[in-house]
């Protein structure tokens, strides 16, 4: 199974609300990874886990919460967003714990639209 | 500013023709990767190519790491429409625990 997988697919939100999403994947990695892409942008970094600890937060808000439950899963826990948080969040895990030197395996994405 | 910076930004071209895209970097890496990412999807590792290395190929892709001028270019032959989509070169930077990603190069086949 080398596959990465997103829910929701898609998430509209207010910007009162609290909504999560879920990454998992069954490939063994210790990396997972979250991103932010933003349209005909690349992909920025948010939150590196390693061994299920957070070893990189990118300056993130603390409107976005990580959380490693176990090596195969990766939650971001989302609460009172703003409408320029709309985007799309891309999870990614890879092989070893820094990950910079290993492929990284992306999953599909969760289209975040905050009104 | 991103590391690695790509060139073109787009690139159109005819079915059946090769396509190039440069990507240009700032620091010293451990290594050079290539995504793919099709409209509004995830991304695909397609190659990676160590700082110890000059050239590598991958089916109808081929990768050229020039650490001395610090670029690196993506080859695609005999292009298909299927290869219609986002390129992104991305750095592992030494030191770093991360990859960096350019800002990528949008390619549109043409029939």
């Known amino acids: 199974d080398t596959e990465v997988t997103q829910t929701p697919k898609h998430l509209v939100m207010g910007m009162t609300n609290k909504k999560s999403l879920k990454c998992e994947q069954h490939m063994g990695h210790r990396a997972m990874y979250w991103y932010k892409q933003k349209a005909k942008k690349p992909p920025e970094l948010m939150f590196v886990?390693?061994?299920?600890?957070?070893?990189i937060n990118e300056s993130v808000p603390s409107r976005f919460s990580p959380e490693c439950p176990n090596s195969s899963l990766l939650n971001l826990h989302l609460h009172a967003l703003q409408p320029e948080d709309s985007a799309l969040y891309l999870c990614?895990?890879?092989?070893f714990g820094t990950g910079s030197s290993y492929e990284q395996y992306f999953g599909p994405g969760t289209r975040l639209t905050v009104t | 500013s991103q590391q690695g910076e790509e060139d073109p930004q787009a690139l159109s071209i005819q079915e059946g023709e090769n396509a190039t895209m440069n990507c240009s970097y700032k620091t010293s890496i451990n290594n050079l990767q290539w995504y793919r990412q099709n409209s509004g999807r995830g991304l695909v590792h397609l190659i990676l190519?160590?700082?110890?290395?000059r050239e590598k190929h991958s089916g109808r892709l081929r990768v050229t790491l020039d650490t001395s001028k610090k670029s690196s270019s993506l080859l695609i032959t005999a292009s298909r429409a299927a290869d219609t989509a986002s390129y992104f070169c991305a750095t592992s930077v030494q030191g770093a625990q991360k990859l960096v990603f350019g800002q990528g190069t949008r390619l549109t086949i043409n029939p």
């Open positions: 190519i160590r700082s110890n290395e």
């Open positions: 990614a895990s890879s092989r």
């Open positions: 886990y390693s061994y299920e600890k957070l070893s």
